[in-house]
């Protein structure tokens, strides 16, 4: 294979090294730890109330552990792909996750609760709008991974921010105001990692806010549109409101205090005084019952993850392979971010699940593909720093 | 920029985001955690406040007047009921309390969504009923409720008083302590010790479920029954005091002195204030208050001045038996007639009483009264002689017409013994009477009201005058006195000069047994009397009730009238209306233990009417004397007296 940049090919011993690199290990167990902790927090929150309705108080547990199961078949399966390859195919993956997302909103499929976010397969749901993130990250660094030699022109600029665009605005549809987020974040931080000059990311963030305010000033949104950007997106499920839920969130994870109250003591994890608990309130469990130093480790083992993700973007042996890992890395960083801030009351809730933690199995198997996209790229390293694929 | 600083940056900024979520998260656990801590139990617990029962009220000997039972009350938590059962529920009330369901439904709009509304009392019968069907009763509960129970009925109800449904006034005074569906005291002792009455509420503290239903008990603060009140009156001496007032009553209207509408009558203890008995007429069953009164119900009988405790608040003219005080300024002051320098110095009285313009300075004046012949301040009380006092009013305004300090030396006197201002008695709404003066009478004319309130001459000529002074002299004009400060004055007159503050109450008691409150002896002042004072005043006093005396008819009864003294009273209200009759009463008069004030307005001749009232009560008091009957023919003793009485 022809080297470039190899500032010592020619050193002795170099090729006798040269074997294949193992897998990032450090990020599987980091990931494999949170969504242990994930499932135990799922059985907290849920175990009582399934009593009290006189189903078995293990039964959503047990279901998020059979996504785990298939979670790291997927993971594996991440691995063992080329990443490579996935821009040969980047079109068609494209064009299939738009096709469900417009199947989505069709009258085909019938709205749950006022939205129309999940595909009814029977068994289990499947949520689209989770595997578009990863088609979305595939896309960008197909599209800006040329920029690296022949330049970020705004042609190339405009070209990605109308694929990402379209599912965009499918989401929207949904309605998904965080998905769409999450679009919109990794967009920018992939364009400013693929090369966007300052210039360019200051007229892409000053058109982003001159849009918004149009569209807000304009009154393009009707009321209904504004609350579901604003309410959460289920405003059924939640009678008392978005603030009630957020102070309640507050509430639970400021009753940990430094150590917790121990797990499945938590008074009010277990009474289920935190709506939507298991799902994208879980951090509250997490806090009620850990406490400060059992949270701490939580978001510590995130940044362990942010940093594998940057690693491996650095080690990279393409600006493809090396794109995927900061669109990966962001996209898990920001919705970490939203997701806890949210339930901390520095965020506005958005309904974000909480990656790898939350209940439910389109996220979690959405995180675990991206993880192994990265184990990937990792593997495909090269053992020579710098050394790197052509094209 | 290369890649790898793109890198550095974008790692850059999310080690900032991190630092932000690591920063907020020890702020809300660890800075700020036992608030959210607190916050946290407060939404796991539930509290439901529970009432405790009344404290009791008792006489002096321990016999109860007040009481609380607990009865089961129905009442319904609007909140537990959805609307669609709202109707069925109503329809199941009304079967089973047998009232329209009209009127059920008319209560649950007026109380209300989310409040609890009582449906009253219930029987066992029923309370078993809704317990057993209690899926067609949802919301309903049955709860133990204390009522007040008076078991005496109407004997004592103005010193009892009254409770009711606090006000929003009362509610916001009290603070989360008072239940707003609760009672509290409005009249009486009932008002006036309802902080020690009332108890104190117990607390259940539930742990909820978010949505608020109970899961379970924590704690359990039992309600305190409130604090027993031992009154200081006897219930025999009440009834005593009660017959022989309504007694006295009748005996106005067969002697056709009078028609008496209102009377009073008041026992006291001259060497402690203890009020041992007080009786207003008409009275009321404060029964009628427990379960609530109807408006119209309340203002019938306020019509009727039921609601008025004559003895604190039935101020009127106390004619003749304001000449105690007259007496005490006289010899004490050294205040008589003119051209007389002691007590025993007599004047001729023969009725009249001519006024130059010097003297009155509104003109010639004749004043008239029976003729007492030779009389002496000694006589002049036990007669009740008109013109001996107008005299001593008119040295007063010889000697101090020009003196602004003294003009009053008459009123100073009036005052120092109580009259004027209400006397402190432990009851509420006490009223204080008025002693005129010049200062008053300024007053009246500067106000709106003032030529109804004061006749023309005297905007024209001299605002206050000696006729002014002759009238208080004999308790008429302007002065007003409850008979309850005619009591605290004529005690001080004959106790060495200790003025009172009244008690009702003797002793507060918990119901551990520990004393809370003892009132005690209260004094409000003391008076240095002279020797002559001490000499003569009960010896004058006696005169009143003995041969030659006003009262020596009604008295002439008892065995032994020497061991009474006291002062009758015909008081002049107006032209149009019969004379208020009074009789304040000392017994023993050598060794003062009691004073007792009888009352009767419109009842006429104070000898023919309150001195008998008054005689039949200082028997019941007197050991050595049996009890004779206010009116001839009439009964001695109440039909219902018991034998502990005396």
Redesign the interface.
């Known amino acids: 294979m022809p080297l470039v940049d190899g500032s010592r090919v020619g050193a002795p011993g170099i090729v006798a090294d040269r074997k294949r690199p193992g897998p990032d290990v450090t990020s599987f167990v980091v990931m494999m730890a949170l969504i242990s902790v994930g499932v135990l927090m799922i059985y907290a929150s849920t175990r009582e109330q399934l009593e009290l309705q006189n189903l078995d108080p293990g039964r959503l547990m047990q279901r998020q552990i059979i996504f785990a199961v298939i979670a790291v078949g997927v993971y594996v399966a991440g691995s063992l792909l080329d990443y490579r390859e996935f821009r040969n195919y980047a079109a068609w993956i494209y064009l299939g996750t738009l096709a469900a997302l417009i199947l989505l909103i069709s009258p085909l499929i019938p709205a749950q609760e006022n939205v129309k976010r999940w595909i009814d397969l029977g068994i289990f749901q499947v949520q689209p709008s989770e595997f578009a993130k990863i088609t979305m990250v595939i896309v960008l660094a197909t599209v800006l991974a040329p920029a690296?030699q022949e330049g970020m022109q705004w042609k190339r600029i405009v070209q990605a921010l109308f694929l990402v665009a379209i599912p965009a605005l499918l989401i929207f549809l949904q309605p998904d105001l965080g998905t769409m987020l999450v679009f919109a974040f990794v967009t920018f931080?992939m364009l400013?990692?693929g090369?966007a000059t300052w210039k360019q990311m200051i007229a892409l963030g000053g058109g982003t806010v001159g849009a918004v305010a149009v569209v807000f000033q304009r009154g393009l949104l009707k009321d209904y549109q504004l609350e579901r950007l604003t309410a959460f997106y289920d405003p059924s499920a939640d009678p008392l409101g978005i603030a009630y839920q957020q102070a309640?969130s507050?509430?639970?994870?400021?009753?940990?205090?430094?150590t917790g109250t121990g797990l499945f003591d938590g008074?009010?994890t277990n009474?289920?005084?935190v709506p939507e608990q298991e799902t994208d309130f879980i951090f509250t469990a997490v806090?009620e019952q850990l406490?400060?130093l059992g949270?701490?480790l939580v978001?510590a083992a995130?940044?362990v993850l942010?940093w594998r993700a940057?690693v491996v973007?650095?080690m990279a042996r393409d600006?493809f392979g090396?794109l995927l890992a900061?669109g990966i890395g962001?996209m898990i960083?920001f919705q970490v971010?939203v997701n806890?801030?949210m339930t901390?009351k520095?965020m506005p809730v958005t309904g974000l699940p909480l990656p790898f933690l939350s209940y439910g199995g389109s996220s979690l198997l959405t995180f675990a593909f991206a993880m192994g996209l990265l184990n990937s790229i990792w593997r495909k390293r090269s053992p020579v720093p710098g050394e790197t694929y052509i094209v | 920029m290369n890649?790898?600083r793109?890198?550095a940056?974008?790692?850059m900024a999310?080690v900032v985001?991190?630092s932000?979520?690591?920063t907020?998260?020890?702020f809300?656990?660890?800075a700020?955690?036992?608030?959210?801590?607190e916050?946290?139990s407060r939404?796991?617990l539930d509290a439901d406040r529970t009432t405790a029962a009344r404290g009791e009220i008792r006489d002096a000997r321990g016999r109860l007047l007040a009481s609380s039972r607990i009865v089961p009350e129905m009442i319904v938590d609007q909140a537990a009921v959805a609307a669609d059962e709202e109707e069925a529920l109503i329809q199941q009330i009304s079967a089973l309390l047998d009232r329209p369901a009209v009127e059920v439904r008319a209560l649950f709009e007026q109380a209300g969504p989310a409040t609890q509304l009582s449906l009253g009392m219930v029987t066992p019968e029923q309370m078993a009923y809704v317990l057993k069907n209690a899926a067609d009763f949802p919301g309903v509960v049955v709860q133990d409720r204390p009522i007040r129970v008076y078991p005496e009925g109407s004997l004592l109800s103005h010193v009892i008083g009254y409770i009711g449904r606090p006000s929003p006034d009362d509610v916001a005074a009290a603070g989360p302590d008072l239940d707003p569906n609760g009672t509290i005291g409005k009249y009486g002792v009932e008002k006036f010790y309802d902080e020690y009455l009332q108890g104190e509420r117990g607390t259940l503290l539930y742990r909820v479920?978010?949505q608020g239903r109970p899961?379970g008990l924590e704690e359990e603060l039992p309600a305190v029954q409130g604090d027993t009140v031992y009154l200081t009156l006897d219930q025999g001496l009440q009834r005593q005091t009660e017959f022989a007032v309504n007694e006295a009553m009748i005996l106005s209207r067969e002697l056709e002195e009078g028609n008496p509408e209102l009377a009073a009558a008041v026992v006291m203890d001259v060497t402690d204030g203890s009020v041992l008995a007080l009786y207003s007429y008409p009275d009321f069953d404060p029964s009628l208050f427990v379960n609530g009164i109807s408006q119209v119900e309340y203002t019938a009988l306020e019509e009727r001045n039921v609601f008025t405790s004559l003895p604190i608040q039935g101020a009127y003219p106390p004619g003749s038996t304001f000449k105690g005080i007259t007496w005490a300024a006289a010899i004490n002051e050294g205040l008589y007639p003119r051209g007389i320098a002691s007590p025993s110095g007599t004047i001729n009285c023969d009725g009249e009483l001519d006024l130059g313009i010097d003297d009155n300075e509104a003109g010639q004046l004749v004043f008239t009264d029976s003729g007492h012949g030779a009389t002496d301040l000694h006589t002049a009380l036990g007669e009740s002689c008109n013109v001996y006092f107008w005299q001593v009013a008119l040295t007063i305004w010889r000697e101090y017409k020009n003196d602004p300090e003294n003009e009053d030396i008459l009123q100073q006197w009036a005052r120092r013994l109580s009259l004027g201002e209400p006397t402190g008695v432990d009851l509420p709404f006490e009223k204080g009477g008025r002693i005129p003066d010049r200062a008053l009478y300024e007053e009246w004319a500067a106000s709106p009201q003032g030529s109804l309130l004061l006749s023309p001459d005297r905007f024209t000529e001299a605002i206050w005058r000696g006729g002014d002074i002759m009238g208080i002299a004999i308790g008429q004009g302007d002065v007003l006195a409850t008979p309850l400060q005619m009591a605290v004055a004529y005690a001080a007159l004959v106790n060495g000069g200790t003025v009172l503050e009244p008690h009702v109450v003797d002793q507060v008691i918990s119901v551990q047994g520990d004393v809370v409150l003892d009132v005690g002896r209260r004094v409000a002042r003391t008076i240095e009397f002279t020797e002559a004072h001490e000499q003569f005043i009960r010896e004058d006093l006696t005169r009143v009730t003995n041969a030659g005396g006003t009262a020596a008819a009604a008295f002439s009864v008892m065995q032994n009238p020497w061991q009474t003294g006291g002062k009758t009273g015909t008081a002049e209200r107006d032209a149009s209306k019969d004379n208020t009759s009074w009789f304040i009463g000392i017994a023993p008069i050598d060794n003062p233990r009691y004073v007792v004030a009888v009352m009767i307005v419109d009842g006429g001749i104070a000898g023919r009417v309150a001195a008998p009232a008054a005689r039949n009560i200082m028997q019941y008091l007197l050991p050595n004397e049996p009890v004779t009957p206010v009116r001839p023919g009439g009964a001695a003793t109440p039909a219902d007296a018991t034998e502990d009485g005396s």
């Open positions: 690296r931080v400013f990692a090369g309640q507050v509430t639970a994870i400021g009753s940990g205090q430094l008074a009010l009474l289920r005084f806090g406490g400060f949270s701490a978001i995130f940044v942010l940057f973007a650095a600006r090396s900061v962001s960083m971010f806890i801030g901390m520095i | 890649f790898p793109r890198l940056v974008l790692g999310f985001l991190f932000l979520l690591f907020r998260l020890w809300v656990q660890v700020s955690g036992i608030m959210y801590e916050e946290a939404q796991q479920d978010p899961l």
